[in-house]
């Protein structure tokens, strides 16, 4: 598959007021010299200076993710895939993501961990096996960077021997659907593309809508044959 280029004191003048005026006679009490007036633009003593406004945050307020050192060492300094590294710590696959060259990793980031539906990510950390081929889904043995995935569609092996779809055939890149919204993280063994939801091995959601299915279909306890018996043959 041929998979083309992506990619920020007021200073408040203090005014001395001066007094001016010397007693005049024993019996004539002292007249109090009148404050002058502050000129045009300069601030009076009873005026507070108006503190700066903050700047605004940058537009969306992600943090974008530079390189760090290896993937997971970049990954780390992130802050923003602690559930990922979480995973791959359970699943021992931190040293592989480390020592490996050559690797891309779609990463999911919290946020999207945090989306799954409920009672998802428990499942998966308790089942070793089920997360492990979740977290290899989302690695690539070969640098796949943003310049291949763009102007074409197509499907590339994971570590997990299935499928990712690759889309880049408009001007937002996918991966099996989920948004690419940093791309060509490059790390020391490899590049990281941060996706906006987490990779779904073809055939993960089927499974349970399967078996709920089934459930669903399953014969009445009343409909059974008794055990040992046989039903009456239709005449």
Excluded: C, W, Y
């Amino acid at each position: 598959m041929r998979i083309n280029r992506l990619s920020t004191a007021t200073a408040a003048a203090a005014l001395s007021l001066a007094f001016a005026g010397q007693a005049l006679a024993q019996a004539t009490p002292a007249k109090p010299a009148t404050p002058a007036t502050p000129a045009a633009g300069e601030a009076t003593a009873a005026t507070p200076a108006v503190p700066a406004t903050p700047a605004a945050p940058a537009a969306g307020g992600a943090v974008k993710v530079a390189a760090a050192g290896d993937i997971i060492e970049t990954a780390r300094a992130s802050g923003q895939f602690t559930t990922f590294l979480k995973a791959v710590d359970a699943t021992s696959l931190t040293s592989v993501l480390k020592t490996n060259k050559g690797l891309t990793v779609f990463a999911p980031t919290d946020a999207a961990f945090a989306a799954l539906p409920t009672g998802k990510l428990d499942a998966l950390m308790a089942d070793k096996t089920a997360l492990q081929k979740l977290l290899t889904h989302h690695v690539v043995n070969a640098s796949v960077e943003s310049s291949k995935i763009k102007g074409a569609k197509g499907p590339v092996n994971s570590v997990a021997n299935d499928p990712i779809v690759l889309d880049g055939s408009t001007d937002v890149l996918t991966a099996d659907g989920a948004t690419i919204i940093q791309a060509d993280i490059r790390a020391t063994n490899g590049i990281l593309h941060v996706v906006d939801k987490v990779l779904m091995p073809m055939g993960a959601a089927a499974a349970p809508a399967a078996a709920a299915a089934a459930s669903t279909t399953a014969p009445d306890s009343a409909e059974t044959p008794a055990s040992g018996t046989n039903p009456a043959p239709k005449r």
